[in-house]
C-alpha cells in the first residue's frame, strides 16, 4: 500500500523530471517530448501545494 509520504515524494519526483525535461540543459531530449513536459507542467500542482494528506482525497471521503 502507498503511504501519502511515498505518494507525495513520487509527486515531487515526478515535477522534477518534467522540469528537467522541458528546461534542462541536455540536448539529448526532442524538441517534441520538452514541448510535451511544458504542456504537462502547467496543470501540475506546485511543489508547495503537494503535501504527504493532499495529494488525493481519502477513500473514506467521498
Given at each position: 500500500?502507498?503511504?501519502?509520504?511515498?505518494?507525495?515524494?513520487?509527486?515531487?519526483?515526478?515535477?522534477?523530471?518534467?522540469m528537467e525535461l522541458a528546461y534542462g540543459?541536455?540536448?539529448?531530449?526532442r524538441q517534441e517530448l520538452r514541448s510535451e513536459a511544458r504542456v504537462i507542467l502547467r496543470h501540475y500542482p506546485q511543489e508547495d501545494t503537494v503535501s504527504a494528506g493532499d495529494c488525493w482525497p481519502r477513500r473514506d471521503q467521498p
Open positions: 500500500m502507498t503511504t501519502p509520504d511515498e505518494r507525495a515524494r513520487s509527486l515531487r519526483r515526478a515535477r522534477d523530471l518534467l540543459h541536455k540536448r539529448l531530449v
